[in-house]
DNA sequence: ACCTGAACACCGTTCAAGT
DNA sequence: ACCTGAACACCGTTCAAGT
C-alpha cells in the first residue's frame, strides 16, 4: 500500500487521502450526500477538483472510504446480551441507529451489504447470533440478510420522507391520494384514513425487528 | 381536471402527457432510468425539453406518473387465497414481483410508501389480510410497513447488486474485504468465507417474507 | 509524484419570446 | 395555449501540460 510507504522521490503531497476523508465527511454531516460533490470538496479543501483524483480512484471510492471512516468511529454495544434472540436485536439495533445518522450510505451502497471492513462486526454478531440460537450457518446467513433487507427499507424510507416533510409545504402526493380514496373500493385504508400519516410516522423498528426475530429463529 | 376538458381556444397540442409518459416508460424499460432524462425524452419524442414542462410540473412528477402507469397495468392475482396468512403472502410476493421489475421505483419513491394510487389495492389487501388474521388496524398498518420495509430493502439490494455483477468485471469492493477477513476477529464470516457471494446472490425473499408473517401475525 | 487549467459531455430548469 | 432557443448554474471526469 503506497500510501503507507514513506516517499523519497517527487514533489511532496500537499493533500492526504485523510484530509479528503475528513472534509467530505463533514461536508456530509452538515449538508447531506446531496452536496457532496468533486467539486465543492476541492474548494473546501483549497485545492481543485483534479487533485482529489489523485489520491481517490473516483467518488465511489470516496463514498466507500467515507462509510469505513464512519463505521470504524461508531459505537458499538458492550458486553452483548448472552441470549441470542436478544443479541441479534441488540446489534441489529445498533447497526440501525449508524444508519439512521447516515441514510446515504444505505442509498448508496446496498450492494455491498454494508460490506465495508469496519462494519463486519455487525455482520458477525448477527450471523453468530442467529447460530447460537440454533440456525445452521447457511440459515444463519439468510436469516443475517432479512434482517438486512428489513433494516435498510426503514432507512431508506423514513430518511426520504423526512427529508420531503422538512423542505416540503405542499401536501405530498401520498395526501392528495389519501383524501381521494374510494370507501368502496379500499375500505380498510379509507377506514384509516387521515390517520396514515401520523401512523406511518412513528419509529416502529424496533417492534418490526421483533416480530421479525420471532419468526426467523427457533423458539427458546 | 383541465386535461379532460374540451378545450375551445389556442393553440392545439402537439404532444399529450400521455405520449410523454409512454414514451419515458419505454426509455426506462430498454434503458433504465438512469437513462431518463428530460433532454433524452424530448428528443425521443421529437419536441424540446421545454415542451415537456408544459404538461409536467417536473422530472419528480413525472415519475410519478409513471409509477402509476406501470402499477395499473400490472397483473393482480385473483381470486385472492382465503386464509388471512397465505393473502398476505400473495399480496406481498406481487407487489415484490411488480417493483423487481423495476427497482428505480423503489429508489426513487420510497418516501411515499409506494402510495401511487394504482398502487393503494396492494396496500388494502396487506392490512386487511392482518386485519383478518387478528390484529387491530393500527397494529395492522404498522404489519403492513414491516413488510413495506423489508420488500423495498429487498429490492433495492438485489436490484444494485445485479447491476454492478453485470457491469463491472472487477471484484466488488466486498470481495476485498472478504478475502482479507481476520478469522480471531470474525470466526463466523471468516467461515462462511467464499461461499457468502454465492449465498447472497440467491433469492430468499419468500423465505424471509414467511418468517416476518409467522412473526407478525398471531397464530393461526 | 503531485498538482493545475481548460475542456468534454452532460444535467434540470428558468426566462423571454414567438405563433 | 402551446412551443421554442438560448442561457444559467451546475455535474463527474479526462487530457495535456506544468513544477
Redesign the interface.
Known sequence: MPTAERRTTGRPPRISRAEIVGTARRIVAEQGVGKLTMRGLAREIGSTPMALYHHVRDKEELL?LLLDDIAASAPRPDPLPADPRERLVTVATAMHDLLAGCPWI??VL????L???AA??Y??HI??AA?AAGLG??E????Y??V???????I??TA??A??RAQDERP???DR??A??DPA?????A??GA??TE??ARD?YA??L???????LPEG
Do not use: H, K
Not at 110 to 113: E, F, H
Not at 185 to 189: G, S
Open positions: 466507500l444505505v442509498e446496498t450492494a455491498d451489504d460490506m465495508a471492513e463486519l462486526w455482520s458477525e450471523v453468530d447460530v450457518l447457511e444463519a446467513v439468510d436469516a440478510r432479512t438486512w433487507y428489513y433494516t435498510a427499507g426503514q431508506i424510507t426520504t420522507s427529508r420531503r405530498t402526493y401520498r391520494v389519501f381521494g380514496i373500493a379500499y375500505p380498510r385504508l377506514s384509516v390517520r396514515w401512523l406511518t416502529t417492534e418490526g421483533r416480530a421479525l426475530v420471532r419468526g426467523l
